[in-house]
């Protein structure tokens, strides 16, 4: 179960912050911010009164989505704007 919330909230973190993880007390923020996020969104979405341990799939969603956008994303968003350069040409 893949919450849009989660993935999208995940990716722009991760690609807001990909330029200042850049010493180790930065990293430390970023990871506190990403288990802020998912214990927010557990709380928001109601899941927490009925099954409190789904704040650890909301973390680790939240987790994987702020890696995407820090690593993958701007990889991505570089390569298509090289295709799209060549495609002008």
Do not use: H, K
């Amino acid at each position: 179960m893949w919450e849009l919330v989660a993935c999208g909230l995940g990716v722009g973190l991760g690609y807001t912050v990909r330029n200042s993880l850049t010493t180790r007390w930065r990293v430390l923020f970023f990871g506190i911010a990403i288990v802020l996020l998912g214990t927010l969104i557990t709380l928001l979405s109601g899941e927490m009164a009925g099954e409190p341990w789904l704040v650890i799939v909301d973390i680790g969603q939240v987790a994987v989505a702020a890696l995407v956008g820090a690593f993958v994303l701007p990889v991505g968003l570089r390569r298509l704007q090289g295709m799209a350069r060549s495609s002008v040409r």
